[in-house]
């Protein structure tokens, strides 16, 4: 089981850093995603991978640690906020220059 997890979150931080260094906005915002998916994903396996357990502190001898729950709970709400306002000015951006390039470099000059 965290074996399949790690590749999960191998595979998520993969696939965001290969979106995030694309010159086009949007495999950048799904860059941006991926790995906020990622990071939930290892935070909410950093309290133990265990099934049928309660997640609250009591004599049982397996629980769940309900930290992780609630800043995966937080981080999903946040990152979904942010998400929204990184599209708003991507789509101001593209609106406003008839682009959607990421790098600074103007039309004809090389970036590097």
């Known amino acids: 089981m965290e074996f399949l997890v790690a ?3 191998g595979v998520l931080t ?3 850093l290969y979106m995030v260094m694309r010159l086009r906005t ?9 790995l906020t998916y990622a990071v939930n994903v290892f935070l909410f396996a950093s309290g133990r991978l265990t099934t049928g357990a309660p997640p ?3 004599d049982a001898t397996t629980y769940a640690d309900p930290l992780p729950q609630a ?6 709400v946040i990152s979904f906020g942010m998400t929204a306002v990184v599209v708003m000015i991507a789509l101001g951006a593209y609106l406003g220059t008839d682009d959607d390039h990421v790098d600074d470099a ?3 000059e090389d970036a590097t």
């Not at 800043?71 to 999903?76: G, K, N, S, W, Y």
Request: hydrophobic share 60%; no cysteine; proline share 7%.
């Open 14 to 16: 993969a696939g965001g």
């Open 106 to 108: 103007p039309d004809g």
């Open 26 to 34: 949007f495999p950048v915002i799904l860059g941006i995603s991926l």
């Open 7 to 9: 590749s999960a979150i």
């Open 71 to 76: 800043l995966v709970l937080t981080a999903i």
């Open 56 to 58: 609250i502190l009591t």
